[in-house]
């Protein structure tokens, strides 16, 4: 089974500052990650996603996240935000498998609120 | 590519009443289609899983006898609230997978 913690439930930031939303993971294999953004009442975007080779990934609207094995950490950076970056940021995980992502499971979510 | 659009976006219906909601892979075919409940400020929860042609699989602690998913062509998939309560009031999204899930933009009940 797996499961994914987003440690923080709310991260308030100044415009142009930097961000990091923090996730971790326990699976018992081995899985792909991607963080979803969420705007309100909409459904989500991808981000990014780490499947495999380098552990540092760039995604849309210059977020990155960096895979760390050992720390089964996938935190999502940010170096400078902007108003429009808040949402709603979710962190998820599928167990690889034959056919594709088909499943994942999501973290409970951050709420990133960016002010001027 | 890889649009999915759900219809409606916003429903309201009364207690008792059913109500569906369709998802649509709009350039793409989708073998399998997920649906997702999501409550105010809540992350996302699997209902089940829709493979084309075959039956839904549930997730545990969902009832597949309120939740009727259909998921009769590649391209589309619907889901059914049947006789609806308030409790059932939710944010439902759909997302389609080639490979990746690719979601919806989601559809918001309330049951009065």
Redesign the interface.
């Known amino acids: 089974a797996q499961s994914v913690t987003q440690l923080d439930s709310q991260v308030p930031v100044f415009e142009e500052a930097p961000v990091e939303l923090r996730c971790n993971y326990s699976s018992s294999v081995s899985v792909y990650l991607f963080w979803y953004v969420q705007y309100p009442n909409q459904g989500l975007q991808l981000l990014l996603k780490y499947l495999s080779g380098s552990t540092l990934v760039k995604g849309i609207n210059g977020f990155e996240a960096e895979f760390n094995k050992s720390q089964t950490s996938f935190h999502l950076r940010k170096p400078s935000v902007h108003i429009s970056d808040t949402a709603e940021y979710f962190c998820a995980v599928s167990p690889l498998g034959a056919g594709g992502y088909n499943k994942l499971i999501f973290g409970a979510g951050t709420r990133l609120a960016v002010h001027p | 590519g890889a649009v999915?659009s759900?219809h409606p976006s916003w429903v309201i219906c009364k207690s008792g009443t059913s109500v569906k909601i369709e998802c649509r892979s709009l350039d793409f075919q989708a073998t399998?289609m997920?649906w997702y409940r999501q409550f105010p400020?809540?992350?996302?929860m699997?209902m089940a899983?829709s493979n084309e042609g075959s039956k839904a699989t549930y997730e545990q602690g969902v009832e597949k006898d309120k939740f009727l998913i259909n998921h009769a062509s590649l391209t589309l998939s619907t889901l059914t609230v049947t006789s609806a309560h308030p409790e059932d009031s939710s944010?439902y999204?759909c997302?389609a997978?080639?490979?990746?899930?690719y979601?919806?933009?989601?559809t918001?009940l309330t049951v009065t």
């Open positions: 999915v759900q399998t997920f400020k809540q992350s996302l699997l899983t944010f999204i997302s997978s080639k490979v990746e899930q979601f919806g933009p989601g918001r």
